[in-house]
């Protein structure tokens, strides 16, 4: 059983930035790709970026692109979103999720999730 465990948000200003952790337990070799995700109140939950923990291809909202980067510890079994420029509608529940198929940014392809980390950007 694969558990994930999201960690670091917090209330920031805008512009500036926060380090999103995922801890990862129970991972099988099947669940290779690890996404972000986030919520905000009374929205569905929105893809941010994914990596695969095998060759650490990485993926991106356009939203974000530029600003966020997803990063793995294959050692670890951890994965990372450092979030800069930090805008006000960056807000939201961020989520950590696991998928045994190469790539998606549908939260329905996912498996896993965490309990969630709230991101407050205040302007």
């Known amino acids: 059983q694969v558990q994930l465990v999201e960690s670091g948000g917090g209330l920031v200003q805008a512009g500036g930035s926060l380090r999103l952790t995922c801890s990862v337990s129970g991972r099988t070799f099947s669940s290779d790709l690890m996404g972000w995700f986030r919520q905000a109140p009374g929205k569905e939950r929105k893809f941010v970026s994914a990596?695969?923990?095998?060759?650490?291809?990485?993926y991106y909202a356009d939203s974000v692109k530029g600003r966020f980067t997803i990063s793995r510890d294959n050692a670890k079994t951890t994965v990372y979103l450092q979030m800069n420029s930090l805008k006000p509608e960056d807000t939201g529940v961020y989520y950590c999720?696991?998928?045994?198929?190469?790539?998606?940014?549908?939260?329905?392809?996912?498996?896993?999730w965490g309990q969630g980390t709230q991101v407050t950007v205040s302007s």
């Open positions: 999720g696991a998928s045994n198929i190469y790539y998606s940014d549908s939260p329905r392809s996912y498996d896993y």
């Open positions: 990596i695969r923990w095998s060759g650490g291809r990485t």
